[in-house]
């Protein structure tokens, strides 16, 4: 589900995800950076195989015409890949989209495939015709999820990444009152289970969204039955574990 400025996914887990929806002028933005680096790429071969070439064009008369040969295929590559290599190796983003804090994913909610990033960029090219972007920015404009023509073919949408806000500690939420000592419960947890939990907050960004809540979900049960904090005490189980891992963190530094 999704409205004109959010993407709204039911997770298996019955918890609601919404995805804020990035509009045209920060797609915009993105892409100007990103072109940006393109061009520089570009000047900064072209310059090399100039450099290059100058020293066999006293030999050989040729040479002037395949340094531009070289030139168009090298910008013809680098128009081609840039987007679809970075989106398929930085799971979703091109430089452009991480300075501007954009990323795309699935319209599912989980990350893009290699595949996806290739397909959506192969069909760019239909973005800009007839010209400047005009096929793209008029789909984005109809589109409820902002989706240009090669996001309707990949299943894909570019969304908003938001810094992670202050997490509210569990100690304070009205459900929490059994925990009324939040600094000698999380005393009990031992340093493997600190291990696991830090070790799943180091891998959780890269991990797709079910997963990550069955993870999550998982290591906060296992816990939680030990040391005797009941499911309603913890409805989320990532703030569960962010809270008890904080309070452990400032338990030890005063020991």
């Known amino acids: 589900m999704s409205s004109s400025d959010k993407l709204t996914i039911e997770t298996p887990e019955q918890t609601t995800l919404e995805f804020p929806l990035a509009g045209i002028g920060s797609r915009f933005l993105a892409i100007a950076l990103d072109a940006l680096l393109q061009v520089v790429a570009v000047c900064v071969v072209s310059i090399v195989l100039i450099a290059l070439a100058i020293p066999f064009s006293f030999f050989f008369r040729s040479t002037g015409l395949w340094a531009f040969a070289i030139i168009i295929i090298v910008v013809f590559t680098i128009d081609v890949s840039y987007f679809a290599l970075f989106e398929a190796l930085w799971n979703g983003q091109t430089p452009g989209k991480r300075w501007t804090h954009l990323r795309v994913i699935k319209d599912t909610g989980r990350p893009i495939s290699p595949y996806d990033a290739v397909l959506r960029n192969l069909l760019r090219i239909v973005d800009w015709l007839p ?23 990949a299943g894909t949408v570019v969304i908003h990444e938001k810094p992670l806000e202050a997490v509210r500690s569990i100690w304070k939420l009205p459900a929490a009152g059994t925990l009324s000592s939040p600094l000698g419960l999380s005393a009990q947890i031992t340093l493997e289970e600190l291990q696991v939990v830090e070790t799943f907050f180091e891998r959780r960004d890269s991990l797709e969204p079910d997963v990550r809540w069955a993870m999550a979900r998982q290591i906060a049960n296992r816990i939680g039955e030990r040391i005797g904090i009941s499911p309603g005490a913890r409805p989320d189980s990532e703030k569960f574990l962010e809270a008890l891992a904080e309070q452990r963190r400032r338990s030890a530094r005063f020991r």
């Open 131 to 153: 010209t400047l972007y005009a096929s793209g920015i008029v789909t984005m404009i109809v589109s409820q999820e902002n989706k240009r023509i090669g996001d309707y073919a």
